[in-house]
């Protein structure tokens, strides 16, 4: 039986009332899609010259020196602007003296209308103890984005980081971004040094990404004072930890060190002797060793 024969045009007019549903239709795809694309996304808050305010709304300590320290934007829409990898400097009147320092927010720009700042704060520092004096309520200079170093999706087949201290939170930006996109197969590992183990930032979370992503990430911490029953690295992080936590020396790797000079030194030479390139004093983003 044919088309025709099946589909008399007697009966089209059946089928009358699809017509102006489907007409429907179509001007609401249509404008769902314009709307969509026409979207205004928010303008970053921060400037990367000019100074600007931003008020200090909450504060959580995490350990008996460091503090998470939330930022208000101004509307509850608004981002930082911050590319991943990057960092943003602040700036506080100590002594008569502007004084500036740079920090990496542990928070993204998927958390709208705030920043978070984990900051350890020494009883000699200046910005450090600008910060941790700091009441809600009160105000801090921002800057941003500064730093050379822009993450990509899947611009390595595997990172290594080796962090100290504070030297964790552009470790875990970096983290965060990675393995919430299922898109991005980067395999990631993580050595992070510290003196005891309270001293260990945010492990809870970094325990829970591991948790849930035990095929892509791992992390191992090294103290220098350890318990009695610790089942981590033990004094400073050596050659031996680099080279069975981290990834060999390759073309398509990158490592990421963040913490104190001493430090970072000591891990450029062990990574030098394992047969990484050796970084420059200003770290490039080519670099397969990168210096935050």
Known sequence: MSLAQQFPLSRLADFGFLLPFLSGLLVSVVFLYVLHSTKKVPAPAVHPTEWRRFTLVKKTPVSPNTALYRFALAEPTDILGLPIGQHISVRADIGGKKVMRSYTPVSSDDDAGFFELLVKSYPNGNVSKFIGEMQ??????????????RYEQNMCRAIGMIA????????????????????????????????????????????????????????????????????????????????????????????????????????????????????????KPTDAVYKF
């Not at 990404?209 to 009695?228: E, I, Q, S, T, W």
């Not at 073309?251 to 420059?280: V, Y």
């Open 136 to 149: 809600v309520g009160e105000k801090l200079e921002v800057r941003g984005p500064k730093g050379t170093f």
């Open 164 to 283: 100290g201290g504070t030297g964790i939170t552009p470790m875990l930006q970096i983290v965060r971004h990675i393995l919430k996109d299922p898109l991005d197969k980067t395999e990631l590992s993580l050595i992070f040094a510290n003196v005891a183990e309270e001293d260990i930032l945010l492990r809870s979370e970094i325990n829970k990404l591991y948790k849930n992503h035990k095929d892509r990430f791992r992390a191992y911490y090294v103290l220098n004072n350890a318990p009695k029953d610790w089942k981590g690295g033990v004094g400073f992080v050596t050659r031996d930890m680099i080279e069975k936590h981290c990834p060999a020396p390759a073309s398509d790797a990158k490592m990421l060190l963040c913490g104190p000079p001493p430090m970072i030194t000591a891990m450029c030479g062990h990574l030098e002797a394992i047969g990484w390139e050796k970084p420059g004093t200003i770290s």
